[in-house]
């Protein structure tokens, strides 16, 4: 290795960690700040919070490697530019090209190793992590239940209340029950103005204390005739206790681990469940098809009809049955049985209208759950590709800027970085709308900013004037003498 490209990477090194780990710090005091009550006060060790904190900042690299790269890249070649030493380089004969070539080989051995770790390392760090923060938040169900809310945390029930007050926390006012524990739904609300709630001393029971309320519960009758008339249970209550079963949440080990989200997979995994669903889906539309097809299709007069003359006569008596008929089909009944074919005819197509709209939400919920796995897969390339992107950004801006340090660089990347990271996030959000094709969603921010780097690369190379304000005014400099000129050869 020659020494311009040892004092260039060596330049870079320094300043690219000071960056990464300041960003990863910022990022992961913002997600503490985002739950700071969910981690607060639930009585849990320090090193399971300690532990969050490190699967979470894993989980914050592919965000933090860009804008590292990015801000390095334009401090390193700002300082050469502000120090004169680009000046220096070119005069010997090396251009821009060859100066930022150690630094390209660098980041792309950087993106490389930003794929490997978004695709073996993220994965696990997002199981560890999501499944970490869920069981802390869950070891007090008490303190989890917020104003305003629906908390479903505790199985078979949704609480929500108006307001929390006292010493404690522990007062409530306005508070609203729905009861799922029957297999039927949600038949049962409760309602009170008022309500206290504690812990038991074994911690195995949440009791809430309600006062001035009442109840509602759904009568599900035996017999099939009383059923239209929807009977209800409702009773009225001064004070009244309702006890929940703690015992989900006492359990030692918080790094029990849940189901695996579409953010929890490799490429690899992606692939296999992408298959997996895109055949569950193509199945059930098979078999909807062949249901429709079973139910309204053509049905065949005979089974086999073998000969033509059979055929003829077929057709012979269809043509007979059609002349008979009035061209108003309901007309050709009696008045006693048209109201019971509308009626029948209006409940078919309403129970066939619910069938369809049911099974349509239920295949575009199944694409919804494709497409996202699918932008995972994607997220992973691009996220990766999007280090060489803001690379040509930063170091051509470097370059023309000639300002190093924490000043003028800071503001820069910053800016730039917002525009990437918005763009990209507005993107994404059309890819999970289905809007656009998961490969539009994830790679349209960078094919947008990767030919402008080219550009800037270009322009910083051959020593062209970008920021040169006067050299943009010049064609309109020249259109306004044009006209100016015109004017004054028409004026007297």
Known sequence: MKILDRFVLKSFFRPFLITFFVMVLFLLMQFVWKYIDDLVGRGVEWYYIAELLFYTSATLVPMALPLAVLLSSIMVLGTLGEN??????????????????????????????????????????????????????????????????????????????????????????????YD????????????????????????????????DGHSYEDMVPKKRKDRDNKPFIRSDFRESLIRFNLSDFQGDDLRKTGRKEY????????????????????????????????????????????????????????????????????????????SRILQNSLRIVRGNRAYFTNASAQYNWRKIVITRHVLEWQKKFSSSFSVIVLFFIGAPLGAIIRKGGMG???????????????????FEKLGRFMLWTPFEAMWTANLI?????????YKSATDSVIFNMELYMKPFQKIYKFFEGRFKKQSP
């Not at 609300?189 to 038991?200: F, P």
């Not at 077929?314 to 007309?331: G, H, K, V």
């Not at 900013?449 to 690369?457: A, K, Q, V």
């Open 263 to 338: 953010d929890m997979l490799s490429v690899i995994q992606l692939n296999e469940v992408v298959d997996s669903l895109q055949e569950n889906l193509t199945t059930l539309q098979n078999e909807f098809a062949q249901q429709m097809i079973d139910r309204y299709g053509e049905r065949e007069l005979y089974q086999t009809p073998e000969s033509p003359d059979n055929i003829e006569k077929i057709e012979l008596d269809t043509a007979a049955a059609l002349a008979r008929l009035d061209e108003n089909l309901i007309d050709n009944f009696d008045k006693t049985e048209r």
């Open 408 to 426: 003028m660089p800071v503001v820069v990347s910053v800016f730039i970085f917002i525009v990437h990271h918005v763009t990209n996030f507005s």
């Open 180 to 211: 799922h524990t029957q297999n039927n739904g949600n038949m049962k609300v409760i309602i009170a103005d008022s309500g206290k709630m504690k812990v038991t001393d074994d911690e195995q029971f949440l009791e809430i204390t309600l006062y």
């Open 449 to 457: 900013l990767l030919p402008i780097g080219l550009w800037l690369t």
């Open 84 to 177: 004169y030493e680009m000046a220096a380089l070119k005069s010997s004969g090396l251009s821009l090209v060859r100066v930022m070539r150690p630094l390209f080989g660098f980041v792309l051995v950087l993106a490389c190793a930003a794929f490997l770790f978004s695709n073996y390392v993220i994965p696990i760090a997002n199981l560890h992590s999501e499944n970490l923060r869920r069981n802390i938040s869950n070891k007090k169900p008490a303190l989890s239940i917020r104003p305003g809310i629906f908390y479903t945390g505790i199985d078979g029930y949704s609480i929500k209340v108006a307001d929390k007050y006292g010493p404690d926390q522990n007062l409530l006012d306005e508070i609203l029950i």
